[in-house]
């Protein structure tokens, strides 16, 4: 079981950063797959980045050069830094691991950003 918990959402105004930050139950050397997922009202769930153990990220088009995902493995938790917001980003961020075949998610964390 992991258990994951986000925190670091909230309100911006547009151009204004913000840094998300999942905090995992269990080492994040274990977890295969860890990702940040983002739901907007009335939209499906995407996929935003990810990265995997050995440190190497990957980015949906909407994240590139704005967002950089990175992990603190001493402190199992994975980071999303957001740079450069639009009023489009404004979701439900969601942290994702996949760990021995299993998926787990996040309660979630709002942002909203303001133009």
């Known amino acids: 079981q992991v258990q994951l918990v986000e925190s670091g959402g909230g309100s911006v105004q547009a151009g204004g950063s913000l840094r998300l930050s999942c905090a995992a139950s269990?080492?994040?050397?274990?977890?295969?797959?860890k990702g940040w997922y983002r739901q907007a009202p009335g939209k499906q769930r995407e996929w935003i980045a990810s990265?995997?153990?050995?440190?190497?990220?990957t980015y949906a088009d909407s994240a590139k050069g704005r967002f950089t995902i990175s992990a603190d493995n001493a402190k199992n938790t994975v980071y999303l830094q957001m740079n450069s917001l639009k009023s489009e980003d404004t979701a439900v961020y969601y942290c994702?691991?996949?760990?021995?075949?299993?998926?787990?998610w996040g309660q979630g964390t709002q942002v909203t950003v303001s133009s």
């Open positions: 994702r691991a996949e760990r021995y075949g299993y998926a787990y």
């Open positions: 990265i995997t153990s050995s440190g190497s990220p």
């Open positions: 269990v080492s994040i050397v274990s977890i295969n797959g």
